[in-house]
C-alpha cells in the first residue's frame, strides 16, 4: 500500500513539472510568430533618399556627440509584456556641425549572449528634428515588446541614428538590463509552478508521517502482556498480618 502511494506521488510531481514547461513551448512558438509580424510590418524610416535605418548596419558615433537614457518614472526599468514603455533620450552636440536627428529604434537580446536577439522593437522616425552645435535635446521614445515573451530579465540595446552633412552616424543610448513582467497577472508561471511543486511536497511529506505514526501504533499494540502473579502479594500479606487477631482466626479456620 505504501509503494502505491509513493508511485502515484512520484507521478503526480512529475505531472505537475512538466506542465508549466509545455505552457512555456507554446508561448514561444506564438512568440515567433508575433516577433516575425513585428520585423515584417515595421516602419524603418529613412536617412536621406534611399539609406534605410536599421540596426544591421555598421554605423559609428560622430564625434562630440554623446547620449543619455532615463526611464521617467520607472527606476526599476519595469516594462509590461504588451504594453507601451516610454523613455527619454537625451543627446547633446558638442561637435562641429548641426547634426539631424532621423530615428531611434531598439533590440531585445537573452542576457547571456546578445548575438541571440529576443525581438526587434519599433523604429520612432523624426523629421526636421536637428540640434546645433552645443545644445542639448530631448526626443521621447516609446516601445513595447510582445505579449507572447516569457517574463524575465533581458537586455535591451537602444540606438538613436542621425546624419551630419549627409553622412548617416549612430550612438548606442542605452545598453542594460530591463525586467519584462506579466500584465494583470499577480502570479507568473514560475511561481505558479513553485507554489504548486512545495504543496506537493508538503503532501508527500505528511503521507510519510502519516505512514510513521501508523507502524509505531502496529507495534504497541502487538507488544507482550505482561502478569502479575499474586504469590508474592500474598506472601507479604502474611508477614504483616501475623501476631494479629485476623492472623489467629484464620489460622483456626485453617486447622
Known amino acids: 500500500m505504501a509503494v502505491r502511494v509513493w508511485l502515484s506521488a512520484i507521478l ?10 509545455a505552457q512555456v513551448a507554446r508561448a514561444q512558438s506564438e512568440e515567433d510568430a508575433a516577433m516575425q509580424e513585428v520585423v515584417d510590418g515595421a516602419d524603418l ?3 536621406g533618399d534611399d539609406t534605410p535605418v ?4 555598421p554605423l559609428s558615433p560622430a564625434p562630440g556627440v554623446e547620449t543619455v537614457c532615463v526611464f521617467p518614472k520607472n527606476a526599476g526599468k519595469i516594462v509590461p509584456a504588451g504594453e507601451e514603455t516610454e523613455l527619454l533620450v537625451g543627446l547633446q552636440n558638442e561637435g562641429e ?18 548575438k541571440m536577439y529576443g525581438q526587434n522593437l519599433t523604429v520612432q522616425s523624426f523629421y526636421n528634428a536637428s540640434v546645433p552645435v552645443s545644445v542639448q535635446a530631448t526626443f521621447p521614445y516609446t ?30 543610448f542605452y545598453n542594460g538590463t530591463i525586467e519584462v513582467v506579466e500584465v494583470g497577472g499577480l502570479l ?10 512545495g504543496i506537493a511536497l508538503l503532501g508527500l511529506l ?14 504497541t499494540k502487538k507488544g507482550p502482556k505482561v502478569e502479575l502473579g499474586t504469590g508474592t502479594t500474598d506472601a507479604n500479606m502474611d508477614e504483616w498480618l501475623e501476631g494479629t487477631a485476623f492472623a489467629k482466626d484464620k489460622a483456626k479456620k485453617n486447622k
Open 12 to 21: 503526480l510531481v512529475f505531472l505537475l513539472a512538466a506542465s508549466p514547461f
Open 45 to 47: 524610416g529613412y536617412v
Open 54 to 57: 536599421s540596426s544591421e548596419e
Open 97 to 114: 556641425s548641426t547634426l539631424n536627428v532621423v530615428a531611434v529604434h531598439s533590440t531585445l537580446h537573452l542576457p547571456y549572449d546578445h
Open 143 to 172: 516601445f513595447a515588446v510582445s505579449k507572447f515573451l516569457q517574463p524575465g530579465a533581458y537586455d535591451l540595446v537602444g540606438y538613436i541614428v542621425y546624419e551630419i552633412d549627409q553622412h548617416p552616424y549612430q550612438n548606442v
Open 188 to 197: 507568473s508561471v514560475e511561481s505558479v509552478f513553485l507554489i504548486t511543486l
Open 206 to 219: 505528511g503521507l510519510w508521517a502519516y505512514g510513521q505514526v501508523q507502524q509505531l501504533s502496529k507495534k
